[in-house]
């Protein structure tokens, strides 16, 4: 069931029509109940691999906590107890990522192996579920967080389901923390107008930005990026800036929409998207996009690892045989790269997305290893940080390296990245921008226009949120009057601009495939 959908929108409006209805008590078996109806709607076998996560981690999280609660008066005691927690976790994570490898990369395995090996091994025609790798990160933080005793474990089935399959988040998002959004979703509340209008507006707001834009912008892009692209650089140039656009406001669109659902329900979700446009570094890009994904890598993936006895020795070894600064950082530069190299293959199983994760991971390793030489050109050249001209410099900078690296999420497969960068830069032909090769895309010059406005909209409000200025506070600040218009004027830039425009047909969240 899409979020751009009628179906998901009357599942939405029914469900918290019914939530401020039934008791209190029985408010949080409302939203499970309307978690599976929306989970359901895409096939009941798809359900049966989210019941069984959450099974497994609920399952896994009763042992942890039964070995937590186990008296370890010595030291003896203490270790057999932590080598019993340790099992029980990796047991739990293996089964979980596992099922994650089969679903989503066994194929891809396969098919990538030489084919006197790759040819004899099985394929699986598994149609993988929604959510699948949100969920499964989801459950495994809450495994590890019990394991380390951050809270203990939900003794009821039910409600651990619910913080596991909770809706809005299904499709892509947020990756919650269980002492975070469980409090929540278990606690009992009355109907908060407040809340309810912040949710329409949040949910109003993401339409526009996905209906509008995104859906726009897809259009190009779909005719432009493919696998034997006709046109010049400039074109391709232009395909990958549009899908830039798409992206941006599809991705910011839907946690929108996820944050204002949730927000109707009086549930504040987690912050995953904060206008990464104005990012100085490749560094501070990923800490504003998907920023959940981010610190569960941080979290759960880089300390284990920069921590761990292994990368230690790595550490030691490094101090004594690399001179100066590369020895000093080596072993938090490696971890660096192996999370930015996960974060590529999260995204899907194809070598477009490997090389992905090593552009960011290699260019990210890269300044950590010259940091300081960047400080002595910045310092001869009497740079001032702070300035307007070289934040501008630092975010055009940042918004270049990411330009690139967008060739390798959208291109069809990996030789068509290079392919397409080549004619980009060796085969340019700017002619076609202006000989009307554009508008023969599938946009017409009112969609142009539409884009653009809708943009210069965009980037005004998030300017204006860069410099600290909230703009609901200051919206419920004006009269009733100024309010409402402002919300039916995006109300009907939704339904005139979005829904209901000549030829529109809409499409899903790109986000839903990672």
Not at 169 to 174: A, E, I, T
Not at 474 to 491: C, D
Request: positive net charge; contains cysteine.
């Amino acid at each position: 069931m899409s979020f751009a959908s009628l179906p998901f929108v009357g599942l939405v409006a029914a469900g918290v029509i019914l939530y401020y209805l039934v008791p209190k008590r029985a408010q949080w078996l409302l939203l499970l109940a309307v978690s599976m109806a929306f989970y359901l709607a895409g096939g009941a076998k798809r359900a049966v691999w989210l019941v069984l996560v959450a099974g497994l981690t609920w399952l896994a999280g009763l042992l942890l906590e039964k070995q937590n609660a186990r008296p370890a008066p010595d030291k003896t005691a203490k270790t057999a107890v932590r080598r019993v927690k340790k099992r029980i976790c990796a047991a739990c994570l293996v089964l979980c990522f596992g099922l994650l490898y089969l679903m989503k990369y066994w194929n891809f395995t396969a098919s990538a192996l030489p084919s006197a090996i790759g040819d004899k091994l099985p394929r699986w025609d598994f149609v993988v579920p929604l959510g699948l790798s949100y969920f499964i990160f989801q459950a495994a933080g809450y495994v590890i967080d019990v394991y380390r005793g951050k809270y203990p474990a939900q003794k009821n089935p039910l409600k651990y389901g619910l913080f596991v399959s909770f809706f809005p988040q299904m499709v892509q998002g947020p990756i919650s923390r269980y002492d975070q959004l469980a409090p929540q979703l278990l606690s009992a509340r009355g109907l908060d107008w407040r809340d309810l209008k912040f949710g329409i507006q949040l949910c109003l707001w993401g339409y526009f930005k996905k209906l509008v834009i995104a859906d726009r912008a897809a259009v190009l892009v779909n005719a432009v990026i493919t696998e034997n692209c006709p046109y010049g650089g400039a074109v391709v140039a232009c395909g990958i800036l549009f899908y830039c656009i798409q992206l941006y406001c599809d991705f910011s669109g839907g946690i929108d929409i996820t944050r204002g659902v949730a927000r109707m329900f009086g549930i504040d979700m987690a912050e995953n998207f904060r206008r990464p446009i104005f990012a100085t570094s490749l560094t501070d890009y990923w800490r504003r996009w998907h920023i959940t994904l981010g610190a569960w890598m941080r979290d759960y993936v880089f300390y284990p690892l920069s921590l761990s006895r292994g990368f230690g020795k790595i550490s030691r070894w490094a101090r004594a045989h690399i001179r100066g600064t590369g020895g000093k950082i080596f072993a938090t530069s490696l971890a660096t790269f192996i999370v930015y190299l996960i974060i590529g293959v999260w995204h899907g199983a194809n070598f477009r997305y490997i090389a992905f994760g090593l552009w960011n991971g290699v260019l990210i390793t890269a300044s950590l290893l010259l940091e300081k030489t960047f400080l002595r050109w910045k310092a001869a050249l009497h740079i001032d940080d702070k300035s307007a001209a070289w934040r501008v410099f630092m975010t055009l900078r940042t918004g270049l390296l990411v330009f690139v690296g967008r060739y390798f999420t959208r291109a069809p497969r990996l030789r068509s990245v290079f392919t397409l960068l080549k004619t980009t830069v060796l085969h340019p032909q700017p002619s076609q921008l202006l000989d009307g090769t554009l508008l023969s895309l599938g946009l017409a010059k009112t969609d142009f226009l539409v884009v653009a406005l809708a943009l210069a909209v965009l980037l005004t409000l998030e300017c204006f949120q860069e410099r600290g200025v909230h703009i609901r506070p200051a919206l419920e600040k004006k009269p009733g009057f100024v309010q409402w218009l402002a919300v039916t004027a995006l109300l009907l830039a939704v339904l005139l601009l979005g829904v209901f425009r000549a030829g529109y047909i809409p499409s899903g969240f790109i986000y839903t495939q990672f």
